[in-house]
């Protein structure tokens, strides 16, 4: 059996991903560049978490950014057991790309140009590259539509997008021209245990326990298409597992087709953490869209996938993570 080669390793869905993988018996080789965007002791947490749980020899970790296509290029040719590749690093965050714009055509431009090589390069070892793009390609909408694979993306309202589109069009470009199978899939409001710190429902959660104010974007009323990241990763290997039958480039949605108000999301949290959230209602922020609806009937049609967990549900097994890691009154120390 070959090694899957798993980019952002350290990140959120990339930590479950390979956690995943590692559970039915995959070897995984994991790269991430650890940077400060958030505290890296998370992104180290997350890694002590799988090294303690794989098997000897079945996880490997490389510290290396993506945007250094020399070190990319090598660590694919030194490795040829290498045989598939989900590449999920890349620079989220939308409104932060208003701040450092360079964070991000580094790691998703040049960054999916690095794997993109190192895939071709491969000569047909690889046999499938899997990589990550985002609901953010579909710009905004107010008429409440479903965002469809085949919908025009054309007018993307912030940096981050912008620079995931470029990522998908540089996969369309080198199936065309080498050949090299490879599936793009959207993602659609990841949340869950392990996330990041920068999505609402950790802003939310954090303000709450400390009895701080949570900002709601124009004024609250916000509908996300909250997707569950074990859902996500189901979804992830289901692509991956399938290279295209034809050798070519297929883009999916991975969401959970059910988008839920902003509000009731916040209510769900009262309710977990028992603590009424004081609310300041702001404006709509540049780059953020009011609405993601995700049109998930090509995963179903092509690999049987469908989202299981409820919003009410995963933000459970999120508290409970978060009142196992952090100190809480209760708790005498973290996980």
């Given at each position: 059996?070959?090694?899957?080669?798993?980019?952002?390793?350290?990140?959120?869905?990339?930590?479950?991903l390979?956690?995943?993988?590692?559970?039915?018996?995959?070897?995984?080789?994991?790269?991430?560049?650890?940077?400060?965007?958030?505290d890296?002791?998370?992104?180290?947490?997350?890694?002590a978490?799988?090294?303690?749980?794989?098997?000897?020899?079945?996880?490997?970790?490389?510290?290396?950014d993506?945007?250094?296509?020399?070190?990319?290029?090598?660590?694919?040719?030194?490795?040829?057991?290498?045989?598939?590749?989900?590449?999920?690093?890349a620079?989220?965050?939308?409104?932060?790309?208003l701040?450092?714009?360079?964070?991000?055509?580094?790691?998703?431009?040049?960054?999916?140009?690095?794997?993109l090589?190192?895939?071709?390069?491969?000569?047909g070892r690889?046999?499938?590259?899997?990589?990550a793009?985002?609901?953010?390609?579909?710009?905004?909408?107010?008429?409440?539509?479903?965002?469809?694979?085949?919908?025009?993306?054309?007018?993307?309202?912030?940096?981050?997008?912008?620079?995931k589109?470029?990522?998908?069009?540089?996969?369309?470009?080198?199936n065309?021209?080498?050949?090299?199978?490879?599936t793009?899939?959207?993602?659609?409001?990841?949340?869950?245990?392990?996330?990041?710190?920068?999505?609402?429902?950790?802003?939310?959660?954090?303000?709450?326990?400390k009895?701080?104010?949570?900002?709601l974007?124009?004024?609250?009323?916000?509908?996300?298409?909250?997707?569950?990241?074990?859902?996500?990763?189901?979804?992830?290997?289901?692509?991956?597992?399938?290279?295209?039958a034809?050798g070519?480039?297929?883009?999916?949605?991975?969401g959970?087709?059910?988008?839920?108000?902003?509000?009731?999301?916040?209510?769900?949290?009262?309710?977990?953490?028992?603590?009424?959230?004081?609310?300041?209602?702001?404006?709509?922020?540049?780059?953020?869209?009011?609405?993601?609806?995700?049109d998930?009937?090509?995963?179903?049609?092509?690999?049987g996938?469908?989202?299981?967990?409820?919003?009410?549900?995963?933000?459970?097994?999120?508290v409970?993570?978060?009142?196992?890691?952090?100190?809480?009154?209760?708790?005498?120390?973290a996980?």
């Amino acid at each position: 059996m070959g090694r899957v080669l798993v980019t952002g390793a350290a990140g959120f869905i990339g930590a479950h991903l390979c956690r995943e993988l590692l559970r039915r018996g995959d070897t995984v080789v994991g790269l991430d560049n650890m940077n400060p965007y958030y505290d890296p002791a998370l992104k180290q947490a997350r890694l002590a978490a799988l090294t303690g749980d794989a098997p000897p020899g079945a996880f490997e970790f490389h510290q290396m950014d993506l945007a250094d296509a020399d070190a990319v290029l090598g660590l694919m040719k030194d490795r040829p057991d290498i045989d598939r590749v989900a590449h999920l690093g890349a620079q989220a965050g939308v409104r932060w790309s208003l701040e450092a714009p360079f964070a991000y055509t580094a790691a998703n431009v040049t960054g999916q140009l690095s794997i993109l090589e190192g895939v071709r390069r491969s000569e047909g070892r690889i046999k499938h590259l899997v990589y990550a793009s985002t609901s953010s390609v579909y710009g905004s909408r107010t008429d409440g539509s479903q965002f469809r694979e085949t919908d025009r993306v054309d007018k993307p309202v912030s940096l981050y997008a912008a620079t995931k589109r470029a990522g998908e069009l540089m996969g369309i470009v080198y199936n065309d021209l080498y050949k090299l199978p490879m599936t793009g899939v959207r993602f659609f409001t990841v949340y869950g245990p392990w996330g990041r710190p920068d999505m609402a429902y950790w802003l939310f959660t954090d303000a709450m326990l400390k009895g701080k104010p949570i900002r709601l974007f124009n004024e609250g009323k916000m509908r996300r298409d909250f997707t569950y990241v074990d859902d996500i990763v189901t979804g992830i290997v289901a692509a991956l597992d399938h290279p295209p039958a034809d050798g070519g480039h297929r883009l999916y949605n991975i969401g959970n087709s059910n988008p839920e108000e902003l509000m009731d999301l916040i209510g769900i949290l009262e309710e977990l953490l028992g603590v009424e959230a004081k609310k300041e209602f702001l404006p709509m922020q540049p780059g953020d869209v009011p609405a993601t609806f995700a049109d998930v009937s090509a995963m179903k049609r092509d690999f049987g996938w469908a989202p299981t967990t409820s919003l009410r549900t995963g933000l459970g097994h999120f508290v409970d993570w978060w009142k196992g890691y952090f100190p809480m009154p209760g708790n005498k120390e973290a996980a």
